[in-house]
Each structure stands twice: as C-alpha cells, then as structure tokens.
C-alpha cells in the first residue's frame, strides 16, 4: 500500500500540472483529488517539492531503463525529450515556477547519471581515473541540459528527433576519444 499511496498522489500531481502551475499546487488539493487526507500526503512526502522529485524520478527511471550504454545513448536522450514534449504542459508549467531550479536539477541529475553510466560502460578494460569519467559525464550532461532547455524556452518548436540526430553528429566517438586521453 505504501507505494500504491505514493503513486496514487504522483499520478493526481501529474493530473494538477496538466493545468496548474506547481507553486499553485497544494497539498489538500492533491489530497483531495486522491481522496486521502493531508496527513497521508505527509506521511510519504515532506512537501510538494518532495513529491515532484519523486514522480520525476520514478519516470525517468523507466525511461532510461536498458538504454545506458554508447550505442543507445541516443534513444535514452530522445526518450528524456519526447517524455517532455508528451508532459509539455506538466514541465512548461514546473519550468514557469519557483520549482525551476528543482527540475534544472533534476533533469540535471538524470542525464548525468544516465551519462556516467554510458561513459563507464565505454571505459571497460581501459585504465582511466575515476575523476575523468566523472568530467567527461559532467561536460555531456552540460551540453545536453543546454540543449533541452535551450528546447523548453523556445516552446518545443524543434522536432526531438533532429535535435538528437544532431547531437549524435556532433559527438560520434568523442566519449571513446575523450577516455583514450585520460588513460594512464
């Protein structure tokens, strides 16, 4: 029951952002829309921002899931960008808050986590120093938070996919290039 109640006010969230600005969003109204009290919510979540973190990483999650590796790199991008452009309403509506900065973060974290495992899985049977694969991952997520948000503010007008076609130009092999220069 503990993750169906989480998932219950994720999923009533997600309903609210469709139309609400998150720091328009209270906690009885996601309750409400649950059927649950305001206690409940707060026996799972501290506070909203709690629970938008948590419905962002449950999805990203599953997004990313068995696309970590180089020659997938560019379907778990395209899948983090066709999930925004899906939710446009729902990460427009966070983006035009006082939560920016949390999914900035967020979406910063994923990547970069998604990234760092791309470039480890490249670094297998090469001796490169943990603080290298860390650099490469950081510079990568940079460029790609840039390229998503440069996307959000121009009202997802580009099409995902030749952003991630693009991309894909742009840095075919760089991640094998870059760990050959770090290797001891």
């Given amino acids: 029951m503990h993750i169906n109640t989480k998932e219950h006010l994720s999923n009533a969230l997600i309903r609210e952002l469709q139309q609400t600005p998150v720091d328009k969003i209270t906690i009885q109204t996601i309750a409400d829309d649950c059927g649950l009290t305001r206690q409940t919510f707060y026996n799972h979540f501290a506070d909203i921002y709690e629970l938008v973190e948590w419905t962002a990483k449950r999805a990203t999650a599953r997004l990313l899931a068995n696309v970590a590796d180089y020659d997938n790199w560019q379907q778990g991008f395209l899948n983090v960008m066709l999930t925004i452009q899906k939710n446009q309403y ?95």
Avoid: C, M
């Fill in 90 to 184: 729902l990460v427009i509506n966070t983006y035009q808050s006082a939560y920016r900065d949390v999914l900035e973060k967020y979406i910063y974290q994923v990547l970069d986590q998604y990234i760092i495992a791309v470039v480890e899985r490249q670094a297998q049977g090469l001796n490169v120093a943990q603080e290298h694969k860390d650099f490469i991952a950081h510079f990568y997520s940079l460029a790609f938070i840039a390229l998503i948000f440069d996307w959000l503010k121009s009202g997802l007008k580009a099409d995902p996919k030749d952003i991630v076609e693009q991309t894909g130009v742009l840095i075919q092999g760089d991640f094998q290039k870059a760990l050959q220069r770090y290797t001891k």
